[in-house]
């Protein structure tokens, strides 16, 4: 697998590093490393795979080191392709940064597998590459200059994406346990339940958000007191709506699924113990099925944060605006400023909820 | 009450889905049905499409078809090499990959493409393979892994060869599992490709972007419609594939 990470290294090493364009819509003209650099990044290239014929154990060194040069040359290629240039000049990462830190990173996560008992190795690149970012030695990268040109208005959007979040999954898990609780102690509405929240699940996002719309949109034309309550087909109210209800689905399923998961032998034998029906449903069934609960919960949050990209088309805000606002006008350093951090919110609230999850289901396992 | 019960079954089994989607489907592609049935709702205005509702309705089945085709043929070589016994690093690598597809929203993998690709279907049909190599990559290992490993050593005990245990052996077995993490990648996909026309992909969420910008309804209703009854109607159609292979082996 090193050999295989090699490739895409050596040929990153090789190919154009930098675009280097007049404006940010111009086209430009492809800027190669210097040899001397092509040659140290390609035996930086060679080396985790050579590492590994040796000592297996040694690899992540190297990795982790060419990831380093991949993002430190990365800053220092677009630093020196901007110098003497206009200041609406911008240096963007070309396929050549791409390519050589998808090999690096494929180099680092081998690493980390060949030392089972010391995974973070894979993970020693973070905080250097982190000190690059906020260090300011990646300063002229044209992703990271139109977000200093966006500055606070980039930040209001992450806090209206955060809010949008938040809040429909608030507001569906505020719905969506009662309802799921409801639910699942009546057998024939528990599978209704299912059978729509699976039918549903068919359906494709957009057209959801699209078709929930139309009704309150309907509703706002044919009461006009409603649209002066800010109850309109376009705006963060609709956008919350059609996300919560949304969301409101995986809780519900999940909810069910759990509730009724648990076993009717434990059950009865929490009857037979003496325990009351809300002693059973506090002590016995939330803890048994809240960790397969808190898995929906999760699934909720992850597809809200891609719904509510998509939500800025009906202004509600959020980093979408600048992923259409870059689709519009071809700017793909606006696309790659929305999108990326669109991605690592979903990454990250995934590892939290999942991280929140494991330490549930550890502490009540013990527990019970 | 006992023995109405397993007549319910049986009648539940019947695939009327697989029929009554596309007709629907079919019948709202009829020119001037659509209109005539949105038009009373008062929601805004629908005339004559351009292009045509069933050339977008085309362009997305083309889309959606494409990309299950490529995805297939990624796919399944990429799970059998990962389960062949000495690939654990690669199967976990794999497995980490198809974690974090799970995880990225589409859109932004959609949009992400589009500096490489430039606009128009080609970002779209990149993204559409990577969506869907998700669940039909972790089905196939999932299924593929899952095959009892006493029939393994039965077979190799008949003097089978590796091709002949893979062929004859593990991917009949695995089907039903290939076929149904198939399903899910193309109903996500159909789904998945009504974003892409924010990229310029044309299909059936052109309406749906076109009306949400313009304030138009209606016209995010025809699209909206539209693209659920044909994500109904294939899940519906690869179900009951799905069954008849689950029957076979």
Same mark, same amino acid.
């Given at each position: 697998m090193l050999w295989l990470a090699a490739l895409p290294m050596l040929a990153g090493a090789w190919l154009p590093w930098v675009l280097l364009r007049p404006n940010r819509l111009a086209p430009g003209e492809y800027l190669r490393l210097p040899p001397a650099w092509v040659a140290l990044a390609a035996v930086l290239a060679l080396l985790p795979a050579l590492t590994g014929q040796v000592r297996? %154990?040694?690899?992540w060194l190297p990795a982790t080191l060419a990831l380093l040069l991949g993002v430190w040359l990365l800053g220092g290629r677009t630093a020196a392709a901007l110098? %003497?240039?206009?200041?609406f000049a911008r240096a963007s990462a070309a396929s050549g940064v791409w390519l050589y830190l998808l090999g690096a990173g494929v180099a680092t996560y081998a690493a980390g597998l060949a030392l089972p008992e010391r995974r973070w190795v894979a993970w020693l690149w973070l905080p250097p590459a982190l000190a690059l970012l906020l260090g300011g030695?990646?300063?002229?990268w044209s992703v990271l200059v139109e977000g200093r040109n966006e500055g606070p208005r980039w930040v209001q959007e992450l806090g209206q994406h955060l809010r949008l979040v938040g809040s429909a999954l608030g507001l569906s898990v505020l719905i969506g346990v009662p309802l799921a609780v409801w639910a699942a102690g009546r057998a024939r509405v528990a599978d209704a339940v299912l059978g729509v929240a699976n039918a549903v699940q068919t359906l494709p996002s957009l057209a959801l958000l699209g078709l929930l719309i139309a009704p309150l949109s309907a509703l706002a034309n044919a009461v006009p007191a409603l649209r002066e309550a800010g109850?309109? !087909? +376009? !705006?963060v109210a609709p956008a919350l709506t059609a996300m919560t209800l949304y969301a409101l689905l995986p809780v519900l399923r999940n909810g069910v699924v759990a509730l009724r998961g648990v076993p009717t032998g434990v059950i009865d034998a929490a009857r037979g113990m003496g325990m009351t029906a809300s002693q059973r449903f506090w002590r016995v069934q939330v803890p048994l099925a809240l960790p397969v609960w808190l898995g929906g919960v999760r699934q909720a949050a992850v597809l809200l944060v891609g719904v509510a990209a998509v939500a800025?088309? +009906?202004?509600?805000? !959020?980093?979408?605006t600048y992923i259409f606002k870059g689709l519009q006008s071809a700017a793909s350093d606006l696309i790659l400023l929305g999108a990326v951090p669109a991605a690592l919110l979903a990454i990250l609230v995934d590892g939290a909820l999942r991280a929140l999850e494991g330490w549930l289901g550890r502490r009540l396992g013990r527990a019970a | 009450m006992t023995a109405t019960l397993p007549a319910r079954k049986r009648r539940a089994r019947l695939p009327w889905g697989a029929l009554l989607w596309p007709a629907l489907l079919l019948l709202c592609l009829l020119p001037g049905v659509l209109p005539a049935l949105i038009?009373?709702?008062?929601l805004g205005e629908v005339g004559a499409f351009d292009p045509p509702l069933w050339r977008l309705t085309l362009t997305h089945l083309g889309l959606v078809a494409l990309s299950g085709v490529v995805v297939l043929a990624l796919g399944l070589p990429l799970a059998v090499a990962v389960t062949r016994p000495g690939w654990d690093a690669p199967r976990q690598l794999a497995e980490t990959l198809v974690g974090l597809g799970q995880t990225v929203p589409t859109f932004a993998i959609l949009a992400l493409a589009v500096p490489a690709l430039g606009f128009g279907w080609a970002p779209t049909l990149l993204g559409l393979i990577v969506y869907g190599l998700v669940p039909v990559v972790s089905n196939a290992v999932l299924g593929l892994s899952g095959v009892d490993r006493g029939v393994l050593d039965a077979a190799r005990g008949m003097g089978m060869t590796a091709w002949q245990r893979l062929w004859r052996v593990e991917l009949p077995l695995a089907r039903p599992v290939i076929l149904a993490g198939l399903r899910t990648s193309v109903v996500y996909n159909v789904g998945t490709a009504t974003v892409g026309a924010a990229l310029g992909? #044309? #299909?059936? #969420?052109e309406p749906i972007i076109n009306g949400l910008s313009q304030q138009n309804t209606a016209l995010v209703l025809c699209g909206a419609l539209l693209s659920a009854l044909l994500a109904l109607t294939l899940d519906a159609w690869l179900g009951l594939i799905e069954r008849r292979a689950g029957q076979m082996s």
């Open positions: 297996r %154990g040694l690899v110098v %003497g240039q206009a200041d030695h990646l300063a002229d109850i309109s !087909g +376009i !705006g800025a088309l +009906i202004g509600a805000g !959020g980093l979408g | 038009n009373p709702l008062n992909a #044309g #299909g059936l #969420g």
